[in-house]
């Protein structure tokens, strides 16, 4: 199995289960949680001991924060990320106890979704943004953590120019391909002509795009919408990408875990093509 292939594992009460991620053959994940009430040290160090009793090396912590989420394209630019004014300060609050407790568990890098970016580099929004992401990228850093951005609720020129102007030297991008598809914000394959050397990882994930121009576009198995996964990994695999490749399927029950293990394959033989 290629090194390079994970999953997404989710943080619960008393810690993560790596069991499906093992049986699957894997040793490369994500961790993903939404629970500050977990981040502690107690958890850290039950984590810590986890990963090297399987031998496995998780690739980042994934961060939500606290207040409401909604994913549409009505409701979604007043609710997520930083962007609203009324959850920010919480918000970033919550974002350096993420990189306190990644620290903690010795992990390289956080991710979060940051929101709708302005799309107009003059809009006044763009500039509060930039001060507060400068100021959670800053945190990081000082602990020897990178932090990335998950893509899609922006297009990639807009992403770019938020890293350019954010301006510290540990910013990336965890791609996710199919955001850029459900958001309608633009072609994964197009995008890594404009921001391909900060992709630090990627979340395999497909989509179709939005027909509902309210709403999100449907997200389906790798392979099977949009992306245009042989494509898109060899762009990746040519522009000189060399981090992991992170599954992501975003329904539950024995239906996603069918669904991940196909696509374990599914990957494998489009990353090493002659096995
Ligand atoms: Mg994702």
Not at 84 to 102: G, M, T
Not at 161 to 172: A, E, F
Not at 204 to 210: I, L, S, T
Request: aromatic residues 10%.
């Amino acid at each position: 199995m290629n090194p390079r292939i994970g999953t997404m594992v989710r943080l619960q009460q008393n810690g993560p289960s790596f069991d499906h991620l093992v049986a699957a053959g894997l040793r490369c994940c994500q961790l993903v949680s939404w629970e500050p009430s977990l981040w502690t040290p107690e958890c850290a160090a039950r984590l810590k001991n986890q990963i090297a009793t399987y031998d496995l090396r998780v690739t980042a912590f994934w961060a939500g924060w606290p207040g409401p989420a909604i994913w549409n394209l009505v409701d979604g630019p007043r609710t997520l990320g930083l962007l609203p004014q009324e959850y920010r300060a919480i918000r970033v609050a919550s974002l350096k106890r993420a990189a306190d407790f990644a620290h903690l568990v010795g992990l390289p890098a956080i991710i979060t979704h940051v929101g709708f970016v302005p799309e107009e580099p003059a809009n006044p929004l763009f500039h509060e943004l930039v001060a507060t992401v400068r100021d959670i990228a800053l945190y990081a850093d000082q602990l020897g953590l990178q932090f990335w951005f998950e893509t899609g609720q922006e297009t990639p020129v807009t992403l770019l120019r938020l890293i350019l102007s954010v301006n510290t030297p540990n910013l990336g991008i965890n791609l996710d391909p199919a955001n850029l598809i459900l958001y309608g914000k633009g072609n994964p394959i197009d995008a890594l002509d404009v921001f391909g050397s900060y992709v630090r990882n990627v979340h395999a994930k497909d989509a179709f795009y939005p027909t509902d121009p309210m709403q999100l576009g449907r997200e389906v198995k790798v392979g099977e919408g949009r992306v245009r996964f042989p494509e898109f990994v060899r762009r990746l695999e040519d522009i000189g990408f060399t981090g992991e490749y992170i599954i992501e399927r975003e329904i539950s029950g024995n239906h996603q875990h069918r669904d991940i293990l196909d696509t374990i394959h599914y990957l494998d033989r489009l990353l090493t093509p002659h096995t």
